[in-house]
């Protein structure tokens, strides 16, 4: 695997998840990391999922960049490096670099500075208490730059929870604090900070200006208030420098509020001033903060980083997703252009502050500072805002990353390589982890609806709701940025889900099921992408006891609403019934993933049967015929639904699942309308309206994508096999074009040729065209010639100047076809197969040519070993691989003509024709 580092610095930390292959690398193995030297690099991985055989899925490594380390590249090697140990109860040291910890926080030193952190100031109403004890686990062993775990219990309601990676060359502490709120009810948080004391005085000046530094205090994005003085516009950088020492809080603005106070041997951080307003937190609730504390004279920014597409993509780790590569540029620039447009364009720089008020056009993804403010603060950030009035709230509300927004930005980071993707979705899955997600249960906030709108304050909801969970955004995040808090979440929802479908037999099932067809749907996807990761048993079982009842029902729904009439010893009613009245493609398309999740992992029957089920009722009922899209919904209740409804974005939820039902049966339908739908719904991801919107398209529209790219190359792949040898004999031919014209192979069929000694003129009327006694082999060969011309070539552009020198074909004249010609200023060796196809082109330049000056030109191929080769003059200008043979027979052989009737303009002499 090739690893791009962005802007890398000796000694830089690079930390990164990578996938691998089934089969590739067995358990156990070892690895070398090489810079674009050959040099080993310093390197520490540990192991995170496998394949069902047992080989590593994923790994996640440290490594110590150098010099050159722009790209490195990571293969099988040498045994992994030893684990470290804790040296004592509240002591690790690595590299001269010491943390000690006690119950009132932790002292970090190294290279004669030290700091000793004060984190845990708090103030809530009610009042609540946090631990004074830690428990503490190393959960990185790594020499390069260890991970340990501080955490405390729970006590009064607050859990403190502390991640500190030790950096020891470069002297830098990494810190992220997260704070959860385990108390039953809302309370107000007032106050939240921490206290740096260092060994000596420093004389601080902020880093982005090297001014003298005092206070700092945002209180609100985009406002800033400096030592007291009123608020002004701005996005500073909360980064100090004293000497050498260095302290930052990450993404302080965008997460405000905050305030940074730098005092001789002191800096007070406050995560959340008193002097802000109380903030409602909901209970479950966990905020988390970002801190990189330098002794040595850096600040530790650790690099950027992406893997290379087409190796990753290739891993099958993130199921069919390809790579964007110049080939689906040229064959899908509908899709290509539209999902960067739509991933790019889901901020704007002014959303509608009164209902129905005006909003702005999108602003750079990458500048925040344009972006605004209601994308930002503690609660906010990483999260989508939806317009004013959505879902009939009052208030703005957040989607909560529905459809699971940060998913679809770390598919298209994996598939081009960029890395803001990469860094959006990373706060996203922060946001999913920590403000979404409950703490206390595992359970999920969806955006809720009417005065419950989500706000993440007053309106929160209490709950999750079936039609609204996910883990892939959050799985994802610890497999490629290691994000722990975000393993745990998705395991905890896991473990939550497991919970609400507690039971045996189908009533487990079915009693979410009444509901709507994704209150089981989404449940599944959820316990699939954990269970790709950590394949438990108890998530296997419930997911095999989920398909085998949705293919029980969806073989015969009818029959299930006749004969089942109760439920939970009571009498059941029905909401929205799957492939009856009510039931809306994109919820079955969202069980159409859970199955193709389940079975990509399992292989079981009755996922697939379940997913054909499902995918004829769409083929047959809901698809509409020169629409290209979905009913909404079949039979509708409400008017509005049912009134030519057919919104095309739905599409993109409902293609994948098609395309893998045709994988399964081969039944054309299916592809026809996956590949139908797919292109009728690509113009609405050029205007998302939000996250949401994002989410919907985002998160299995790549996919698809992949299915069409391997429909493609199957197609090839048969087109390649149903053609056939050659059936032409071997000719060889070495001499002028006279001696050929004289030898009896051949017979004139056209042109009246005309000869200068030996050679032939190509002009006007003077040309010929034979027909072989005897058609000729086309599996391989070799041509050469030498050509006179009369004319100067021209500078590019110029006229197009068509010519042709030497023509090989059955007939009509471009099937099974071998044809050298030129145009404007380029040479081009041409190949057709039998059925009449362009195989590939060798090309050269020829701007050099001139009148009276002879070059000679070559070329051989092979269908065998696939390969051909183009010279001039002796010279290598062109190698292509032929991936098809041409077939057929040469039965025509044109000197000096085709193929639209062109003509050379000049002598050819010295032929040279071995073929077959």
């Given at each position: 695997m090739k690893i791009t580092v962005h802007q890398a610095v000796p000694g830089n930390l690079l930390l990164c998840g990578v996938p691998f292959a089934p089969g590739v690398l067995p358990a156990g193995s070892g690895l070398v990391l090489r810079d674009p030297q050959g040099q080993a690099l310093p390197l520490w991985w540990s192991e995170r999922a496998w394949w069902p055989d047992g080989s590593l899925k994923w790994i996640y490594l440290h490594a110590r960049l150098s010099a050159s380390s722009n790209t490195v590249e990571l293969s099988p090697g040498e045994a992994q490096p030893a684990a470290l140990s804790l040296d004592s109860a509240n002591l690790l040291e690595v590299g001269g670099a010491r943390l000690e910890w006690g119950h009132r926080g932790w002292i970090f030193s190294t290279a004669g500075q030290l700091v000793r952190v004060e984190p845990g100031r708090v103030a809530t109403t009610p009042a609540l208490g946090a631990a004074q004890t830690w428990t503490a686990e190393l959960i990185e062993p790594s020499p390069l730059a260890p991970l340990l775990r501080l955490r405390q219990p729970v006590t009064a309601g607050l859990r403190f929870d502390h991640l500190l990676r030790l950096d020891p060359v470069q002297g830098v502490l990494h810190w992220q604090q997260r704070l959860s709120f385990l108390q039953e009810s809302p309370c107000q948080l007032g106050e939240l900070g921490a206290t740096l004391r260092f060994g000596q005085n420093h004389e601080w000046v902020w880093q982005e200006s090297g001014t003298r530094a005092g206070c700092l205090e945002v209180l609100r994005p985009g406002l800033c208030a400096r030592d007291g003085t009123p608020p002004t516009a701005g996005h500073p950088a909360a980064a100090l420098s004293g000497g050498p020492v260095r302290v930052v809080l990450e993404k302080a603005w965008q997460r405000a509020p905050f305030a940074l106070a730098a005092g001789a041997d002191q800096v007070q951080l406050d995560f959340y001033p008193a002097s802000a307003p109380p903030l409602t937190v909901q209970s479950g609730t966990s905020f988390r903060h970002c801190m990189r504390i330098g002794l040595a004279g850096r600040d530790g920014a650790n690099p950027a980083w992406s893997l290379d597409p087409e190796t990753a993509c290739s891993t099958g780790a993130f199921g069919p997703l390809p790579p964007r590569t110049d080939r689906t540029q040229k064959h899908y620039p509908g899709y290509e252009q539209a999902i960067d447009t739509c991933l790019r364009g889901g901020r704007l720089s002014a959303l509608e502050k009164t209902r129905g008020g005006p909003r702005s056009g999108p602003a750079a993804l990458a500048d925040e500072t344009a972006q605004d403010e209601e994308y930002f603060g503690l609660q906010h950030y990483g999260d989508w805002p939806m317009p004013l009035g959505a879902y009939g709230g009052v208030r703005r509300m957040y989607a909560d990353n529905e459809y699971d927004v940060p998913y679809a930005y770390f598919l298209q980071f994996i598939r081009t390589g960029e890395g803001l993707f990469a860094e959006v979705a990373y706060h996203g899955a922060v946001h999913l982890a920590d403000v979404d997600s409950?703490?206390?249960?595992?359970?999920?906030?969806?955006?809720?609806?009417?005065?419950?709108?989500?706000?993440?304050?007053?309106?929160?909801?209490?709950?999750?709701?079936?039609?609204?969970?996910?883990?892939?955004?959050?799985?994802?995040?610890?497999?490629?940025?290691?994000?722990?808090?975000?393993?745990?979440?998705?395991?905890?929802?896991?473990?939550?889900?497991?919970?609400?479908?507690?039971?045996?037999?189908?009533?487990?099932?079915?009693?979410?099921?009444?509901?709507?067809?994704?209150?089981?749907?989404?449940?599944?996807?959820?316990?699939?992408?954990?269970?790709?990761?950590?394949?438990?048993?108890?998530?296997?079982?419930?997911?095999?006891?989920?398909?085998?009842?949705?293919?029980?029902?969806?073989?015969?729904?009818?029959?299930?609403?006749?004969?089942?009439?109760?439920?939970?010893?009571?009498?059941?009613?029905?909401?929205?019934?799957?492939?009856?009245?009510?039931?809306?493609?994109?919820?079955?398309?969202?069980?159409?993933?859970?199955?193709?999740?389940?079975?990509?992992?399992?292989?079981?029957?009755?996922?697939?049967?379940?997913?054909?089920?499902?995918?004829?009722?769409?083929?047959?009922?809901?698809?509409?015929?020169?629409?290209?899209?979905?009913?909404?919904?079949?039979?509708?209740?409400?008017?509005?639904?049912?009134?030519?409804?057919?919104?095309?974005?739905?599409?993109?939820?409902?293609?994948?699942?098609?395309?893998?039902?045709?994988?399964?049966?081969?039944?054309?339908?299916?592809?026809?309308?996956?590949?139908?739908?797919?292109?009728?719904?690509?113009?609405?991801?050029?205007?998302?309206?939000?996250?949401?919107?994002?989410?919907?398209?985002?998160?299995?529209?790549?996919?698809?994508?992949?299915?069409?790219?391997?429909?493609?190359?199957?197609?090839?792949?048969?087109?390649?096999?149903?053609?056939?040898?050659?059936?032409?004999?071997?000719?060889?031919?070495?001499?002028?074009?006279?001696?050929?014209?004289?030898?009896?192979?051949?017979?004139?069929?056209?042109?009246?040729?005309?000869?200068?000694?030996?050679?032939?003129?190509?002009?006007?009327?003077?040309?010929?065209?034979?027909?072989?006694?005897?058609?000729?082999?086309?599996?391989?060969?070799?041509?050469?010639?030498?050509?006179?011309?009369?004319?100067?070539?021209?500078?590019?552009?110029?006229?197009?100047?068509?010519?042709?020198?030497?023509?090989?074909?059955?007939?009509?004249?471009?099937?099974?076809?071998?044809?050298?010609?030129?145009?404007?200023?380029?040479?081009?060796?041409?190949?057709?197969?039998?059925?009449?196809?362009?195989?590939?082109?060798?090309?050269?330049?020829?701007?050099?040519?001139?009148?009276?000056?002879?070059?000679?030109?070559?070329?051989?191929?092979?269908?065998?070993?696939?390969?051909?080769?183009?010279?001039?003059?002796?010279?290598?200008?062109?190698?292509?691989?032929?991936?098809?043979?041409?077939?057929?027979?040469?039965?025509?052989?044109?000197?000096?003509?085709?193929?639209?009737?062109?003509?050379?303009?000049?002598?050819?002499?010295?032929?040279?024709?071995?073929?077959?």
């Open positions: 409950k703490a206390t249960n595992g359970d999920m906030h969806f955006h809720g609806y009417l005065e419950e709108a989500e706000d993440h304050a007053d309106h929160r909801t209490p709950g999750g709701e079936l039609g609204h969970y996910w883990t892939d955004g959050l799985v994802l995040n610890y497999l490629l940025r290691g994000d722990l808090w975000s393993w745990e979440a998705a395991r905890a929802q896991a473990a939550f889900l497991l919970g609400l479908f507690a039971g045996e037999g189908d009533q487990a099932i079915r009693r979410h099921f009444l509901n709507s067809e994704r209150a089981v749907g989404w449940p599944l996807v959820a316990l699939a992408g954990v269970a790709e990761v950590k394949r438990e048993p108890a998530l296997l079982a419930k997911m095999q006891q989920m398909a085998a009842f949705l293919s029980r029902f969806t073989a015969d729904p009818d029959r299930q609403l006749e004969e089942i009439d109760e439920q939970d010893g009571q009498p059941l009613r029905w909401w929205r019934i799957c492939q009856e009245d009510g039931a809306k493609p994109f919820m079955v398309g969202v069980v159409l993933e859970g199955l193709e999740r389940y079975h990509r992992l399992s292989k079981d029957p009755a996922a697939a049967q379940a997913l054909l089920h499902l995918s004829r009722f769409l083929v047959e009922k809901m698809w509409v015929e020169g629409i290209e899209a979905f009913i909404y919904e079949w039979n509708a209740f409400n008017r509005g639904h049912r009134e030519h409804n057919y919104p095309h974005y739905i599409n993109m939820m409902v293609a994948p699942g098609l395309a893998y039902a045709y994988e399964l049966s081969g039944e054309p339908a299916f592809r026809q309308v996956a590949t139908r739908a797919f292109h009728a719904s690509l113009w609405t991801l050029f205007a998302p309206d939000g996250g949401k919107e994002i989410g919907m398209v985002g998160r299995t529209s790549a996919l698809m994508v992949g299915r069409l790219c391997a429909w493609q190359e199957r197609d090839e792949a048969t087109r390649r096999a149903r053609l056939s040898p050659s059936n032409g004999v071997a000719f060889h031919f070495c001499g002028s074009p006279r001696h050929l014209d004289r030898s009896g192979a051949l017979r004139l069929q056209r042109g009246t040729p005309r000869w200068v000694g030996e050679d032939l003129l190509s002009a006007r009327d003077s040309f010929a065209v034979y027909s072989w006694t005897t058609p000729v082999g086309t599996e391989r060969g070799r041509i050469g010639f030498t050509f006179t011309p009369d004319w100067d070539c021209p500078p590019h552009p110029g006229p197009v100047a068509q010519r042709a020198y030497l023509h090989l074909c059955d007939q009509p004249f471009t099937r099974s076809c071998l044809s050298v010609i030129s145009f404007y200023t380029g040479l081009h060796v041409r190949f057709y197969d039998e059925q009449r196809h362009y195989i590939e082109v060798l090309e050269a330049g020829i701007g050099d040519w001139k009148a009276g000056q002879p070059p000679r030109i070559e070329g051989n191929g092979d269908t065998a070993t696939g390969g051909a080769v183009l010279f001039s003059d002796g010279h290598e200008k062109d190698k292509r691989t032929l991936d098809r043979r041409l077939g057929g027979a040469f039965k025509r052989l044109h000197l000096g003509h085709r193929p639209g009737n062109w003509r050379a303009e000049g002598r050819l002499s010295e032929l040279e024709l071995d073929l077959g």
